[in-house]
């Protein structure tokens, strides 16, 4: 199974805002990293939880949807088409998001989860 780097995750996770104090500075909770790839991330300024999924093979093994939808994602930056999914997370019920990496210039962003859009 693949799983990204940490500190990759930690980094991006910079992108998202936190749900409650809508603060950006998170960390990723070392004791919950393990072999399942459900990681828990940590708001540095208010310590609220959320999940961090990182198996997104199983993942996209699981929602053959996701995959056909990726590649009609455009890049803010190059403005072309195609992102791979680096991993995801659930920042409150209401709202969940996808951190991709365009194909093309290799730019990272997020996405909101095409699952509860179209759902
Ligand atoms: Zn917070
Ligand atoms: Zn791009």
Redesign the pocket.
């Given at each position: 199974m693949s799983q990204p780097d940490v500190q990759y995750v930690q980094d991006q996770l910079r992108l998202a805002q936190c749900a409650i104090c809508k603060k950006s500075r998170f960390a990723i909770d070392s004791r919950s990293i393990g072999d399942d790839g459900n990681w828990k991330a940590l708001c540095l300024d208010c310590h609220y939880h959320f999940p961090v999924y990182t198996d997104m093979e199983f993942y996209l093994q699981t929602q053959p949807d996701v995959s056909y939808r990726l590649k009609d994602i455009v890049?803010p930056?190059?403005h072309?088409r195609g992102v791979s999914l680096d991993f995801r997370i659930a920042m409150s019920v209401r709202e969940s998001r996808y951190f991709v990496t365009?194909l093309?210039?290799g730019?990272p962003f997020t996405e909101q989860s095409f699952l509860e859009v179209y759902e």
């Open positions: 890049c930056h190059c072309q365009c093309h210039c730019s």
